[in-house]
């Protein structure tokens, strides 16, 4: 039975939706202290090449592999994010923007390492390899009623949730604090949080360099999701997606992006037959939606509704510590 | 001696904003910069504050150099200040937006923050405390979660005089705090202002509003022009003649920055 | 070889100045990046491969390409900037990213319009060359270069001598003034921006005369090369946009010469982020105390 409620395409679906929640925290991050950084996908290429490239040539395990990608995108985003702090609004868009773009034709042109434009297939898998870990122990997915493809994916899907769950509490937590405190200070008004004591330069720096982290560790995943990478998986196209689960989803909150995440990418395969005319719909979204409900889908009044409603459905109280509560 | 100012001259372009200035301020007194519109005060406080270098002549807080520190570090010495514009954070709560002037004094990282350790949790606590007595000095008690921006004029000024009170500052730079009050709201803010002396705190504060200057400040300097006309006790500035020039003379141009 | 590579540079640096001609008014005026900018020019272009393709002469393709564009300037105007302005509490980012929106859509319809790939560009004299000397200089790299010339010269007098140029410049420099003054704002933000996109139907059909080739990708390419020029020649400065332009179409041709030719379109890119960092007001704007 429960092979049959595991269809491995809808897994699939569902491990693309989890590291595209990735995808938008990444690009979440950096929004909440005011940056907004096109670069995503530039980052999340180097820290997928870089994954696939340890684990391929210096057979690196898997989990290092992808922090290392991890960490690769975090330095670059350093290198990235002092210099641009002087930039305001739309020139680190630009950028950052101009940045993914030269990341992506060293991609193609430096071929001896990247392959170019053919891409690097055959990059380990981390269900694969998990699989094996399993049958060397002796456990045959039958035994659950699952094929083994079906159980692949299911371990890839709970490993990615297990990221993903971390990462969410992560950020809340972050968001909750002294740390988050400072962000939106700085995103509101950059002058008076300096004003108060507030070190731009340190947390700007920090906030980017952490979306930096996130994309690059959403790179590495995606490599061994996927075992098959091509520098057009991280072009502009990319960029625009990855900005589109923020703007459209949210880009005040972190629900926002999550949801602008899941949305995104359920709405192309449920839309199958309108997929070519996804980037046309995707544009005039952003038109739309700048014009009449800037801050995205779901925002803060959108948030308190829901804990209206579920407080008035038997007083849930969280446990969140924080001075949004009586 | 709190605050030196020595000689600051500070220059835009071929305009010159402040010539040769200079003036002290004392330790735990109320201090009152007054002048007609464009004399220079608010160029002034951002030098004080460090938003920019002057062209020349030395700020001394505490005995120590100050010119040239990056502005957050001054908060970090214990300078504070409020702002002509009014420039709360607009989207926070009364509370949250208090609890972020304090932040020179926290501590809490990323880790610790995302940990809760013991120390982080105490410090929040204890940051929260002092936000809540801060939020009763300024009249906003149990305002906690309304969003700044919904607050009225009066309550929006009290409450940037109470973040900046977060960072538990020797010296509190208040600039223009009684523009758009009534009378009712003056008289507190002068209670208000007495009682931040009386913790301790050494104001220096710009102000129009000249019934308020003399009633509240122990010493005043006059600008003019970028200018220092005069300097003295509320009573020595009243009766000083080229003081009551200046402010008649300006009268009469229109006010031109 | 030199000098003819050099001619090449300066026939590349030609266009891309015209592209450049169109971000900077629109930036002057409404101080905004049209990200938008690039599709249109690249319809342009694809306008004039179907009228090439079907016979037509290079004027014919000059004029459908400028009507094109500037209905496409237009409906970007009226629908998509013209609802952001005025509201309140609007991020200053939201006209960059509702600009984002036009652009993909145009790109995407482009693509179900004319197809991907590359569309040849029919260009009747395209084989009229004059050798000079030891070296070969085609009618259509001098055409492209007199047709840019006169452009820049039109305009510039234009912005400087007319009624209409003077509002321009005026509402570019504050438009609440301008608008007390008596300018109709509204309306000179419609010419600007129409101007802007017919400019980019015009760089359109240079490139098909120049590369005798159009793909859909040189929309979201040659956008960002035109924003790498006014960058590089400061935002919101016509001289400089001119400057930068002949600067990037050098400086791209001696890489491809003289480098590795894979590398050419990262120039534009590195130029963008050396700028912003070493002189974020470019080489010829002025400095401004808060970018906008």
């Known amino acids: ?326 | 001696m709190i605050l030196e100012i020595k000689n600051i001259t500070k220059n835009f372009g071929g305009i010159s904003a402040l010539t040769d200035v200079s003036f002290s301020i004392n330790k735990g007194e109320i201090f009152g910069l007054i002048g007609p519109n464009g004399a220079g005060k608010t160029t002034m406080f951002n030098m004080i504050t460090n938003m920019f270098a002057p062209t020349s002549g030395e700020i001394i807080f505490d005995g120590e150099q100050i010119t040239g520190i990056k502005p957050y570090q001054i908060t970090d010495k214990g300078i504070c200040r409020t702002f002509q514009n009014i420039r709360l954070f607009p989207q926070m709560n009364v509370l949250e937006n208090i609890m972020v002037g304090g932040h020179s004094r926290t501590h809490s990282g990323v880790l610790k923050s995302v940990l809760r350790t013991k120390s982080q949790r105490n410090e929040e606590t204890k940051l929260r405390g002092i936000a809540r007595d801060l939020m009763e000095l300024v009249g906003l008690s149990n305002y906690d979660e309304v969003i700044a921006e919904n607050l009225s004029y009066g309550q929006q000024r009290r409450l940037e005089i109470a973040r900046a009170m977060a960072s538990n500052p020797k010296l509190l730079l208040l600039d223009e705090p009684a523009a758009g009050m009534n009378e009712t709201e003056t008289e507190s803010l002068f209670d208000l202002i007495k009682k931040v002396q009386a913790r301790g705190v050494t104001v220096l504060i710009i102000e129009h509003d000249m019934p308020l200057v003399m009633k509240l400040c122990d010493r005043i300097t006059v600008l003019n022009f970028g200018k220092k006309l005069a300097e003295g006790t509320p009573e020595e500035i009243q009766n000083n003649q080229t003081v009551i020039e200046a402010y008649l003379g300006s009268e009469e141009d229109d006010d031109i920055a | ?292």
């Open chain 3, 1 to 292: 070889m030199l000098l003819e590579q050099l001619i090449n540079g300066i026939t590349l640096g030609s266009i891309y100045a015209i592209i450049a001609l169109g971000f900077t008014l629109v930036f002057g005026v409404l101080g905004i990046l049209n990200m938008a900018h690039g599709e249109i020019f690249m319809f342009g272009a694809f306008v004039g491969v179907v009228v090439t393709s079907n016979g037509g002469s290079i004027w014919l393709a000059f004029l459908a390409s400028i009507i094109v564009t500037s209905i496409l300037g237009l409906l970007l105007e009226v629908f998509a900037l013209r609802t952001l302005r005025g509201k309140q509490g609007v991020s200053h980012l939201a006209p960059l990213i509702s600009t984002i929106g036009v652009s993909i859509l145009l790109e995407n319809v482009s693509h179900h319009l004319f197809g991907a790939g590359n569309h040849p560009f029919r260009v009747a004299f395209a084989e009229i060359k004059f050798e000079i000397g030891s070296v070969t200089v085609y009618l259509v790299q001098i055409l492209i270069f007199v047709i840019s010339v006169v452009l820049m010269v039109v305009l510039s007098l234009w912005l400087s001598k007319t009624k209409a140029g003077r509002a321009l410049r005026a509402t570019a420099e504050n438009l609440e003034t301008a608008s007390i003054l008596g300018v109709n704002t509204k309306k000179i933000i419609l010419l600007t921006v129409v101007m802007a996109s017919a400019l980019g139907g015009v760089a359109g059909i240079l490139v098909g005369m120049s590369f005798n080739s159009v793909n859909p990708q040189m929309g979201l390419s040659m956008g960002l090369k035109g924003l790498a020029i006014i960058i590089l020649g400061g935002m919101g400065n016509v001289k400089g946009a001119m400057a930068g332009g002949l600067i990037l179409g050098l400086a791209e041709t001696l890489v491809v010469v003289y480098g590795d030719s894979g590398y050419r379109d990262a120039i534009a890119f590195i130029i963008i982020i050396i700028i912003l960092l070493l002189r974020p007001q470019g080489l010829f704007g002025q400095k401004t105390s808060e970018g906008r």
């Open chain 1, 1 to 326: 039975m429960l092979g049959e409620l595991l269809n491995p395409y809808q897994l699939q679906i569902i491990c693309f939706i989890l590291i595209n929640i990735i995808l938008g925290l990444s690009i979440y991050v950096t929004l909440s202290s005011g940056q907004l950084s096109l670069g995503s996908a530039g980052f999340m290429g180097i820290g997928a090449y870089t994954s696939a490239l340890l684990t391929i040539n210096f057979d690196v395990p898997i989990f290092i592999g992808v922090i290392a990608g991890a960490l690769a995108a975090g330095i670059l985003g350093l290198i990235v994010g002092i210099p641009s702090l002087r930039l305001q609004g739309v020139y680190l868009a630009i950028a950052t923007l101009g940045f993914g773009e030269v990341i992506r034709v060293f991609f193609v042109n430096w071929e001896s390492v990247t392959k170019g434009a053919i891409g690097i297939s055959g990059i380990p898998n981390i269900g694969r390899e998990l699989f094996a870990t399993f049958r060397d122990a002796g456990f045959d997915p039958d035994m659950i009623g699952l094929k083994n493809n079906q159980f692949v994916y299911l371990l890839v899907l709970i490993i990615l949730l297990i990221i993903n769950i971390l990462l969410i509490w992560f950020f809340i937590r972050q968001n909750k604090s002294r740390v988050g405190r400072a962000f939106a200070a700085i995103k509101m008004d950059e002058k008076a949080a300096e004003a108060m004591g507030i070190n731009i330069t340190y947390y700007k720096v920090l906030s980017f360099t952490q979306g930096a982290v996130l994309a690059g560790f959403a790179g590495g995943l995606f490599a061994h999701v996927m075992s098959y990478i091509s520098p057009a998986d991280f072009a502009y196209n990319r960029a625009i997606d990855i900005l589109i689960f923020a703007i459209f989803g949210g880009s005040e909150v972190i629900w926002g992006a999550v949801f602008g995440a899941v949305f995104m990418t359920i709405l192309p395969e449920a839309l199958r037959f309108i997929s070519e005319y996804r980037y046309m719909i995707y544009g005039i979204i952003l038109i739309i939606l700048m014009a009449y409900r800037p801050q995205g889908i779901i925002d803060i009044n959108v948030l308190n509704w829901f804990k209206k409603f579920k407080k008035q459905k038997g007083g849930a109280v969280h446990d969140s510590g924080d001075q949004k509560h009586n």
